[in-house]
């Protein structure tokens, strides 16, 4: 045998099982070290949390706390509770415990998106101090309320499940309550948690959320019952298509044999946007039989359609009901609340897509109060209502806002102006898994820079009218300052009595400059 038989025979061949290839690579998902490990499983519980009532039309309230439990061997543990639609208890270990579980593999927009986040917490604490997740679910209506501990077999990519009880749910209440306990850098963190909380409660001024860590404590009430609108499931775009959806969706017809639809009935009843007319015109231009029955089709057809379904551009936009975006009113809520801002304003853009997927941009503007003048905007970056609090510099956001001439709308650095940017969609092109930073899509990009244009031109009429009114108050200032002097000097003068000139500069005064000062502001107004 040569050495290279030797090594030959040595090579072993096998497959990676999904949460092998995460616990070899956690730092993709976020989990790098104590401190990005603590923050990001605060964040994937929380996120969980709120997809879990607001999408489901519940008011939330969420309870977040971090304990030192061995802060010698930085050995933490995190608990959040929700009030949402728990987990059902045969779905529970899967959901805790395989990676690529979920209920969120659907079109419409949600924090969650891949069936990983949770997995990578429960994985990351289980490497670290070996201790399982403890979950606490009830759905509801539930008689009982579930309990679980639940590690996760790394090279099967299945739960293990170390106990399971269920006791009565006397109270009729509803929601989960998870609970790891992970190496984790708590002084690292922390600020950045506290941050992330903060921000969490920005974008979500309909929700409870409560945060307790070792010598912090935020409360964040909710400022508005009303929650946005939930998002609806959509179907796939004709313009994002591929061959592989075109199989899966014509497999998805179940009476293939007995009763296939034409090609024509399967782009109206499978794709958004495609009515009868839209279907027929398309096929005539892409040279298909609209009645070809689609069982006949092979794969150079799919290839070809696929192809042409891509190139085609008369297809309507995709609708934006499976977007959930916070509209002006809630944005500007949330926004004045955290900020405690002297101005706010928030513009809600029309939908937009890029590539087949529906997307809308959301920007608000916060100006004065409490913020603090920088020399370039302080930027708050949203993704489906997620706060990004890393890799800014890469954020398509940053982009836009440094390329603003902020002095076109009477902004001078350094300004105490914070932008927040918010973009819903479903499929939010984020540069990888760890969801921090926005790609710059170009569509995406025009739009942001549309959003803030729209809101700077708000914020400066709101600056000039505060420099009108200045200018008011200094000629105000500077007359009364003299009057007495110069209605002495006159008195003198004319050999008359001092008040009749000071009542003549008063009334002077009330006409000429307070009075076009209310008229300045009431044309201000009025704008
Ligand atoms: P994702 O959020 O991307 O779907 P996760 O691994 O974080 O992936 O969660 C997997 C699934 O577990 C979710 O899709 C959801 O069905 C369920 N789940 C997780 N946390 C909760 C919770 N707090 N309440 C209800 N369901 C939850
Ligand atoms: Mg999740």
């Known amino acids: ?31 790098s070290n104590p401190t990005r490990a603590l923050y990001q499983t605060v964040r994937e519980l929380v996120e969980n949390s709120l997809d879990a009532t607001e999408m ?12 030192e439990i061995n802060p010698k061997e930085n050995v933490v543990s995190v608990r959040v ?19 690529f579980y979920g209920s969120k593999y659907k079109l419409r927009q949600s924090r969650g998106i891949f069936g990983l986040g949770v997995k990578m917490a429960v994985l990351y604490a289980q490497m670290t101090t070996g201790k399982p997740c403890e979950i606490r679910t009830a759905t509801p209506k539930s008689d009982y309320i579930y309990s679980f501990k639940i590690l996760i077999d790394i090279s099967k990519n299945k739960p293990i499940i ?21 190496e984790g850098n708590w002084s690292g963190s922390k600020n950045r948690i506290a941050e992330y ?21 935020l409360i964040f009430k909710r400022v508005t019952k009303k929650l946005p609108e939930p998002p609806e ?32 009935e399967f782009l109206v009843t499978c794709f958004d946007s495609v009515g009868t007319i839209t279907a027929r015109r398309f096929l005539e231009w892409a040279g298909f039989d609209p009645n070809v029955r689609i069982d006949k089709l092979r794969i150079r057809d799919l290839e070809k359609l696929a192809r042409r379904m891509k190139e085609y551009n008369e297809w309507r936009r995709p609708r934006a009901t499976p977007l959930s975006p916070l509209g002006e009113d809630l944005l500007m809520k949330g926004v004045k609340e955290i900020l405690k801002a002297e101005f706010v304003t ?82 939010v092109p984020f540069k990888g898994v760890g969801k921090e930073a926005i790609a710059d899509v170009p569509e995406i990009e025009k739009e942001i820079e549309n959003a803030i244009k729209e809101a700077a031109r708000r ?69």
């Open 1 to 31: 045998m040569t050495i290279l038989d030797e090594i030959l025979a040595l090579e072993e061949y096998k497959g990676l099982s999904p949460a092998e290839f995460f616990y070899r690579n956690r730092e993709i998902a976020g989990f």
């Open 56 to 67: 489901f039309g519940i008011l939330p309230d969420i309870y977040v706390e971090v304990e």
């Open 81 to 99: 509770r929700d009030n949402g639609i728990g987990v059902p208890p045969e779905e529970a270990p899967n959901v805790f415990g395989r990676v």
């Open 162 to 182: 170390v106990s399971k009880r269920k006791e009565k749910n006397t109270k009729r209440w509803h929601g989960t309550d998870v609970r790891l306990i992970l």
């Open 197 to 217: 909380i903060k921000r969490t409660a920005m974008i979500a001024p309909y929700a409870n959320i409560t945060f307790r860590g070792p010598g912090v404590e």
């Open 233 to 264: 499931t959509g179907k796939p775009h004709p313009k994002g298509v591929d061959i592989e959806l075109l199989k899966q969706l014509i497999s998805g017809f179940k009476n293939l044999k007995e009763d296939p639809p034409t090609l024509q």
């Open 346 to 427: 928030a513009v809600t853009r029309k939908p937009a897509s890029y590539g087949g997927h529906p997307f809308i941009v959301e920007v608000a503007l916060a100006w004065g109060g409490e913020i603090k003048p920088m020399e370039r905007p302080l930027l708050l970056r949203f993704a489906n209502k997620i706060p990004l609090l890393y890799d800014e510099g890469a954020d398509v956001s940053r982009k836009v806002v440094d390329n603003i001439d902020w002095n076109q709308y009477k902004v001078k650095m350094p300004a105490p102006l914070a932008v927040v940017t918010h973009i819903c969609s479903t499929k």
């Open 459 to 527: 914020l400066r009429r709101y600056l000039s009218k505060k420099e009108k009114e200045m200018e008011v108050k200094v000629k105000y200032v500077t007359i009364t300052k003299y009057a007495d002097e110069v209605a002495r000097a006159l008195a003198i003068i004319t050999k008359r009595d001092k008040e009749i000139y000071l009542k003549a500069i008063e009334r002077l005064v009330e006409t000429r400059i307070l009075k076009r000062g209310a008229r300045i502001k009431a044309r201000v107004r009025r704008r």
